[in-house]
């Protein structure tokens, strides 16, 4: 890899896993001289104080976007049009802004109707495909994204230099990197990680409707445990993704309820070598992505 630049000044807007994993990655590989957080609770940025996740408290966004070369929106996709709408006058001739939202062609919505074409020259829309069940600056690690995918979807008007800097900063942090159109990412995200938080959290709404949900979870094994793993995570951020990326979340949806329906019949009808030829398929199936996953 070809020698980066320090960061002099970067800037978390949501210092939670995902925006505190990103500053300690960068910390700890030497590439951040100053660390500047931006947050709803004061509780939770004193507490990313108290960590060294970051250097400072922002007072106010002007203040903050001073002097910064990156800007990381880190924030629940929900409120990324509100955020882009406070930063976009503060922010100076050649600061990058890139973000982590799991929904991509909102996003870049959200650009071109809050920042004007200069800051879109500087803007890189991302998505590092990374996280865990339980959220907020305390879960934060700097190992997090080693091995992670990360997926960058750069406006038409982005700069290559933009691109090229935000891409070396990933892979600093131990990311494989990737460039993909907008609509493709969310359309495969939908498929690989919002429908399967969706039967999660459904999933453990669907025994808590039962007539004892207690005995159903006593006895629930590893099995259920790992199924639902991903249902600890936090429902503002799913909420905002679900929404945000709703169209190609129904349609999957649909593919979903057609693959049940299919199940359905043959269990109905009592056909076990059905059975085992479907599950047979998935089981190839995930056998061969675990094989040539990173």
Known sequence: MTHIAALNKLVI?????????????????????????????QKNMQYAIELGVIDEIASDIASALHHADLVFLAMPVGQTQHIMEKIAPHLQANTIVTDAGSTKQDVIAAAHHSL?????????????????????VQAAQ??????????????????????ERVYQLWQVCGAQVSLMPANEHDQILAATSHLPHILAFTLMNHLSNTNQPENMLRFAGSGFRDFTRIASSSPEMWRDICLANRAALLKQIDRYRDELKVLQVILSTNDAEALEENFSRARSLRDEWLKNSI
């Open 13 to 41: 807007i949501g210092v939670g896993l995902i925006g505190g994993s990103f500053a300690q990655a960068l910390r700890n590989a030497g590439l951040v001289k100053h660390i500047v957080g931006i947050g709803r609770s």
């Open 116 to 136: 004007s074409m200069q800051s879109r020259h500087h803007f890189v829309p991302g998505h590092p495909i990374a996280g865990a069940e339980h959220s907020g």
């Open 142 to 163: 700097p190992d997090l994204y080693l091995n992670k995918h990360v997926i960058l979807t750069p406006l038409p008007e982005t700069s290559a230099d933009a691109i």
